[in-house]
């Protein structure tokens, strides 16, 4: 099964794959590694920030992993370079 | 932005209205005020207010820089800012208003990127809760800076702060 997500990107990642935002059909039931392998098959150019990125799951950060993730139709996953706030 | 009611105190406290707590978080395209930043968290139960303000450098590893542009995701920057001013008033019960203004956009040299202003009825708290807010701000709200140089190249900056930066 999958869900109707939108994916944005800042910074960098905006940069590297010319979108601010995209809707992305993914799974349902996925881990935050696998959503990193699925974003990095659709845009190679992310690659860049291997090592260097975390995901933001409905405003929640998640470190790129095995955590089992739910994901649902409106849901926001974010693709967050190191922070350079303040 | 949230605001919390204090409950308790004598009986004479209780009889007068108490005012109430302020947490105020902002993002701004235009310059920031220091003026209205200290206006937010100033409180006639206070006798200080901490203030912090960020500004920007001109120069990084001998290149001149032109400007600074920010983004940010804003409602998660909201959600985590109000996370680090419930572990604030945790730490330090007594501080009263907390106001954190952050600017987006383009940002020319020497001026203010981020104020911070907390008051409490004494000086220690507010001063510690100002220097704990601004390293929690480099850790997790998620804003980013670029520095645009002279020679038009640019570089997303990198908090040594942030757990996934390569600084860190």
Redesign the interface.
Known sequence: MTARVTV?Y???SAELTGHRSEVVPLPVATSSCQLWALLLELHPSLAALQ????L?VR?Q?V?LGDQALLLADGDEV?V??????? | MSSREEVGGSMEERSEAVEPSRDLIGLSSEPLSIERVYSSAVSPSCGAVALFI?TTREHFEGRRVIRLE????D???Q?ELSAVCRDIRARWPMVKHICIQ?RLGLVTVAEA??AIAISSPHRGEAQEAVGYC?NA??????????EVYESEESK????P???????S
């Open positions: 944005l800042f910074a960098k090592d260097q990125v975390v933001a405003q950060y470190a974010a967050v370079p190191p922070l350079s706030g303040g | 960020g920010y983004e940010a995701y409602p998660m920057v959600s952050h990127s981020v601004i701000l480099k850790a997790s709200a998620p804003i980013w800076k670029k997303w900056k990198e908090n702060e942030c757990g996934w930066s390569g600084n």
